[in-house]
C-alpha cells in the first residue's frame, strides 16, 4: 500500500494544530500517512484542490465548511444534518463528508456533570453544529447573539433565541464562549453586564478558542468559575476524523494518546 496523503484546508490555515496532531499519530501507530496544510482562498474550487494533491482526506476549517458540505457525493446524516462538513474520506472515488466538530465537542463538555442548561453566546457555523448535537443529547439550550440573522437557523430548530438587545438571563449550568471573540483581539463575547449576571451563577465557563486565555475565560476565573478552553474540543474532533481517514483501525484511546502530544510541543 502506498503512502497516503491528507490536508487541512483552510483560509488561515498556517496557524493549525491538525498536520501536527495527525502526523504524531501516524508515526506513533505506524500508518503509512503524511498530512499537510493547504490555504485555500476560493471555497468553491475544493474538489479540484483536493483531486490535484491526489489526497485521501482532508479536515476543513474556516470559512470552507459549507462549501465541503456542498463538495461532497454521499453525506453522514448529522453532517446532512447540520449543513456543515469537516471532514472528507475519499473512498472509490467518491467523496464521504462527515461533521466531527460537534461529536468532539460534547466528548469535551462531558467532563462537567449535572449540566441541563447550556448558554451559547454566539450563532455562527461552530455554534450551528454543536446546538443539534446539543439539543438531541437533551441539553436545555439557549443562543444569544451580537445580530439577529444567524439566529433564524436556531430559532427555525426551536431554540431559545436573543440578540444582545432583547435578552433576559436567566440560569445557566454552562456558558459557552461561541464566538470568535477573544481569538485576535481582547473583546468580551457579550456586554460585561450579561456577563455579570450569568456567570456567577453558572457551575462551569468554557470556550472554544483554544491555547489561550481569552478575555470570558479570564472573567469565569477571576469569579471563582471553572474553565475549559478549546483544546480538548480540537483533539476530539481530531481523533474521531482520524478515525475515518483510517477506516476505523485503531482504538480512540491509542490514537489520543499519541495525538495529544501535540498539545505539549
Ligand atoms: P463564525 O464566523 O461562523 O461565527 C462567528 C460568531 O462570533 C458569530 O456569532 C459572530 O456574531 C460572533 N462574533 C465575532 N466577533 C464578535 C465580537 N467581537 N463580539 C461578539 N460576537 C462576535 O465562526 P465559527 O463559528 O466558525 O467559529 C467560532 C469560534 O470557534 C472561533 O473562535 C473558532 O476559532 C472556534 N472553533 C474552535 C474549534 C475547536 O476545535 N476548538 C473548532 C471550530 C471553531 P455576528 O453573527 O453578530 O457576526
Redesign the pocket.
Known sequence: MSKKLFAIFGNPVSHSKSPLMHNLAFRGLGFDGCYTRHLLQDGSTLKEAFDDLSLSGINI???H?THAYQACDVLDPFAQKVGSV?TIVKRDNLLYGYNT?AN??LKAISEFKDIKSVLF????????STAIILQEAGYNLTIV???S??LEYFKSKGLDTYTFDDFVPSRYDLVIN??????E?D????PIEILNEVIPTSKACVD???GKDTPFLKLAKSLGKPTK???D??LY?GIIAFDYFTDGAYDFEEIKSFMQKAFVI
Open positions: 476549517t474556516v470559512p465548511k469537516n466538530d468532539g465537542f453566546l454566539g450563532a455562527g457555523g461552530t455554534a450551528q447573539n451580537r445580530s440573522a444567524r461561541m464566538t470568535s471573540a477573544g481569538l483581539d473583546s468580551l463575547p457579550c472554544v478558542i483554544y478552553d478549546g483544546s474540543m480540537l474532533q
